[in-house]
């Protein structure tokens, strides 16, 4: 696909992207300019479901996040980030296309990503980027033409009897596999050769049901013997007078997230001893957060509350090497025009 079908779709990215883009053009790296790589892979790293303000280092009370903390540590968190919508279908295609979910109109359940829109991995594809996806969200698979623009795309939620789709151990396994077949002398699969990359990992956890595998289960209150599973839906009023089973709840959730998070450290230490670590910039966000009754109903999807926007943004760039804390605004429709920016791409989009 190229890029002269759709130039003025993107157009609007002009001014969404400012605030990022402001961001590290006050950054030191080197140079006076803004800190560029135009010799690295991208990691892109979406764990579905992810309230902000349930990670450690955006200020929770519970150690649920170490491995996602110590990435901050490294790099750059955004403390002011939210999600151009509440659930996962048009929240991806907005980070994928830099265009509001009035623009690229991919909704709804059914909805297809239009043909005519340009991707990141179709502009990362032109640029000579191996392309690989693991999904393991039945919303976005390859039939509803997400895929676009990736060598490789795995949906990887078949045969699993969870109905939130893959465990994030089955993740790891995939993208072990391909990691491991690219060392081999006669490889001929994914990620082969000395390349660039841009790898899309999308972990399912923590969306519901809240039901992490053992030892995880009950993470944080092992002797709970009471009613709550952490299998949704509950009717709401049932919580009216069990604030404690509600807190039960929240608890079942933060182990799903640390569950993740032990998956996520498990990545990243695949991403080292493959050489791709030290190489890649690594972007971690998530698509949407999930509600507790903050406003009287339960998940995602039905409101614009800061507890299913408000989700996390980490960027680790290779030679930064320090943690910046940034509290301007900025939103999933700028990381498209960020990223090409900080690989050095000269987009042929009107949106630069």
Request: proline share 6%.
């Amino acid at each position: 696909m190229k890029f002269t079908k759709s130039t003025l779709a993107l157009a609007s990215s002009l001014a969404v992207a400012v605030a990022l883009l402001a961001v590290f053009a006050m950054l030191r790296w080197g140079t006076p300019d803004r800190p560029r790589c135009a010799d690295c892979s991208l990691v892109l790293i979406l764990v579905d479901t992810l309230r902000a303000d349930h990670l450690t280092c955006y200020g929770h009370d519970r150690d649920t996040s170490p491995n996602i903390c110590k990435l901050a540590d490294e790099g750059i968190i955004f403390k002011r980030m939210f999600s151009n919508a509440p659930s996962t279908k048009p929240s991806v295609a907005s980070l994928f296309t830099s265009m509001y979910p009035s623009q690229h109109k991919s909704i709804y359940n059914e909805d297809v990503l239009g043909d005519g829109l340009i991707t990141l991995a179709e502009i990362l594809s032109e640029q000579n980027y191996e392309t690989f996806a693991i999904n393991g969200n039945p919303v976005i698979k390859s039939k509803f033409k997400y895929d676009q623009g990736f060598t490789t795309w795995i949906d990887n939620f078949r045969n699993v009897a969870r109905p939130a789709g893959a465990r994030a151990s089955g993740t790891n396994r995939v993208l072990s596999r391909a990691l491991d077949q690219a060392r081999k002398p006669d490889a001929n699969g994914p990620l082969v050769g000395p390349g660039k990359k841009f790898l899309y990992i999308h972990y399912m956890d923590p969306h519901s049901p809240y039901t992490a595998p053992r030892p995880y289960y009950r993470f944080y209150n092992a002797s709970y013997k009471g009613k709550v599973t952490g299998a949704l839906p509950y009717p709401v009023e049932y919580f009216g007078d069990r604030p404690d089973e509600l807190e039960q709840l929240k608890l079942f959730y933060d182990s799903e997230i640390r569950y993740v998070d032990d998956k996520i450290g498990e990545l990243l230490e695949m991403l080292d001893e493959h050489g791709l670590y030290e190489n890649s910039i690594i972007i971690l966000l998530s698509d949407h957060g999930e509600a507790f009754l903050e406003h009287g109903y339960f998940e995602h999807s039905n409101g614009l509350y800061s507890v299913v926007i408000d989700v996390p943004l980490i960027i680790r760039i290779p030679g930064y090497g320090k943690r910046l804390e940034v509290n301007d605004y900025v939103q999933t429709v700028d990381l498209l025009p960020t990223i090409l920016d900080l690989l050095d791409i000269e987009a042929q989009h009107d949106f630069m």
